[in-house]
């Protein structure tokens, strides 16, 4: 019996290979098509984009034919692409076919149920009949398209519809334009070809312009109807889980570290670290190889030691401030659909904007975002724990759209740091890390794209490899060479899963690494936040209100904000109990959650992971 079933199967595998299985984005071809010019090109010649859309399809078609993709984002993206090419081609039957794809392809109810909904309202008009002009498509299509988002379940998908609203209500031909032309241009500048991930993006974006953009009066009208037909606050379930330690209890300081962009630590007087062998008088008092670092340490773009925690703003970034922080908030309240001053000057300011403002529009809110970062995030992980002792450690994050070429000087001494952070945290006594940041191979191979440098996409692919490892390695050698400490790390907010992309740190497995998903104030799955096996916990990461710097506060949502949460949790129980190991305090947050009936949630639940502690079931 044996000798037949091992028979047949190798008639089996004779008869019908298997397609080889792609487990990561490393496996993933790479592309490349010849590109000069203008990038915008493919926008608004129909030569130009044929002929990218030709070759682009064949090779998508034979990737999807000819492999065995594993990873359900990864399928989505490409079967997205098709649908925007199927769309602008007319191919009315198929592209309602990858829709349904796409739609058994997503495992998010909210993102499932919204889909392709508005090609799909697209095409229903267009099938409906002629239209005499393209008004009467036009009013067609906005009946159509309301009614689809008339059936919907509010409560699933309200906040996917939302951001979708205020997505629409910003977006103008000139961002899309000026966007596309900041990020690409000097790249087929020098090179003459573009990737195919570049590709695909200018490909959807013809599609954007031709087939969305014009339609963008009667989407806002009928998203804006259902939005005001069913608006209301979820019921928030963090405040009746929340636990705050009260001040003079017998508490143990416990010293939590925040790696990110930069703490404001005077905005938490009471709950800074201080190294007391150290001074602010410009000396390495303690002769460790940092200056001034009496409440952590930070590194420049360069990975360099310097001494500021918080990133140093120049005259300009200073005086401009204050409109770039209106404008934050703005678009954190036009994506909530919140009626807000702030939201109306944002509104305001991109209906007006011209192609070449958009960089350094873009890139001001780049800088805003990380120079806020860090303190928003020590505020979460700080709130309502007096013991807590925060230990900034700054990475500098680059907020460019075309940022520095990649070298391996850069990759090692950038790995060099990792150790040295850790080596830091470990000396001084940190029991708990945050880490709300990540990178990939993908950032790296679009660094090099983005300067004309590198190569074919093969060689880049190879050598963002190559220096992608060094980092890799170094920071899971540095994480598992301190099992004292407990680092929490953001899944990451793009919507795929961090194994797959090969994200660090979230896509790290050990067991002193917690990684935190995203949810709502009802505790439901954000559309943004990343998934997959290596997501542990779940914790709210939707317009959570936390300090900037200088004291001021506001509301920012992502896996970022998740993060923290989790670290405070573990930080208040080693409050309580300075005994507790790592991986007591991992099996007190996780015997605390609770698992949603789908498996896909794990939600912490604070005050139960404290009375787990304090009924003395863990420990």
Do not use: C
Request: net charge negative; aromatic share 6%.
């Amino acid at each position: 019996m044996f000798r037949l079933v091992a028979a047949s199967s190798l008639l089996l595998t004779v008869g019908f290979a298997q397609k080889p299985k792609i487990t990561s984005q490393d496996q993933l071809p790479r592309h490349n098509y010849p590109l000069t010019g203008a990038v915008t090109a493919v926008l608004t010649n129909d030569a130009a984009y044929e002929k990218l859309a030709a070759a682009v399809r064949a090779d998508l078609e034979k990737l999807l034919a000819d492999h065995d993709i594993e990873d359900r984002s990864t399928l989505q993206d490409l079967h997205g692409t098709l649908l925007a090419l199927d769309l602008h081609a007319g191919r009315y039957d198929a592209a309602l076919r990858r829709i349904a794809t796409i739609r058994l392809l997503d495992e998010k109810p909210a993102t499932r149920l919204t889909g392709g909904l508005l090609t799909e309202s697209i095409i229903l008009t267009r099938q409906s009949g002629e239209f005499a002009h393209e008004g009467a498509f036009r009013a067609a299509f906005q009946k159509i398209y309301a009614q689809k988002l008339a059936v919907l379940p509010w409560a699933v998908v309200g906040d996917v519809i939302k951001q979708t609203k205020g997505n629409a209500e910003i977006l103008t031909e000139a961002l899309v334009l000026g966007n596309l032309a900041s990020q690409f241009q000097p790249g087929v500048d020098q090179t003459g070809t573009v990737s195919g991930e570049v590709a695909r993006v200018l490909l959807a974006q013809r599609t954007n312009l031709a087939h969305y953009l014009p339609l963008k009066a009667e989407r806002i009208t009928a998203l804006s109807a259902y939005v005001a037909a069913h608006q209301k606050t979820k019921t928030d379930i963090w405040a009746a889980r929340a636990v705050e330690l009260p001040a003079g209890a017998k508490l143990t300081s416990v010293i939590v570290g925040i790696w990110d962009s930069g703490v404001d630590l005077p905005v938490f007087p009471a709950q800074q670290w201080t190294n007391p062998a150290e001074q602010l008088n410009g000396q390495d008092d303690d002769g460790n190889g940092y200056v001034d670092d009496v409440h952590g340490i930070a590194f420049d773009l360069k990975s360099r030691p310097v001494a500021e925690l918080l990133l140093p703003l120049t005259d300009e970034q200073r005086a401009n401030y204050p409109a770039m922080r209106n404008l934050t908030k703005g678009l954190l309240d036009v994506q909530a659909s919140i009626e807000s001053v702030e939201g109306g000057e944002l509104k305001k300011v991109m209906a007006g904007l011209k192609p070449e403002a958009v960089k350094p529009f873009i890139e001001g809110l780049n800088f805003f975002g990380n120079y806020t970062h860090g303190t928003h995030v020590a505020g979460i992980a700080a709130a309502g724990n007096p013991a807590v002792r925060l230990l900034a450690a700054r990475s500098t994050f680059d907020h460019r759209m075309i940022p520095d070429v990649p070298t391996r000087e850069q990759a090692e001494r950038d790995a060099a740091a990792y150790r040295e952070v850790v080596k830091y945290f470990q000396r001084h006594g940190v029991r708990v890390v945050n880490m709300s940041w990540g990178g990939s191979p993908r950032s790296i191979e679009g660094a090099f794209e983005a300067n004309g440098a590198g190569g074919t996409p093969e060689e880049r692919k190879k050598t963002a490899r190559e220096y992608f490892e060094l980092s890799r390695v170094a920071l899971t050698e540095a994480i598992r060479g301190a099992p004292e400490i407990l680092f929490v790390a953001a899944a990451g907010n793009s919507d795929s899963d961090a194994k797959f992309d090969e994200t660090i740190p979230s896509g790290i497995d050990l067991p002193n690494i917690l990684t935190v998903g995203a949810v709502d104030q009802a505790g439901e799955e954000t559309s943004f936040s990343s998934f997959g096996k290596n997501v542990d916990v779940h914790a709210n990461g939707f317009e959570v209100e936390s300090a900037l710097p200088g004291g001021e506060r506001m509301k920012y949502s992502g896996t970022s904000m998740a993060a923290p949460s989790v670290a405070n949790l573990a930080a208040k129980l080693l409050a309580l109990n300075p005994a507790l190991t790592v991986a007591q305090v991992t099996d007190l947050i996780q015997r605390g959650a609770e698992r949603s009936a789908d498996g896909r949630i794990n939600l912490i639940n604070p005050k139960r992971s404290v009375e787990l502690l304090t009924a003395g079931k863990g420990g």
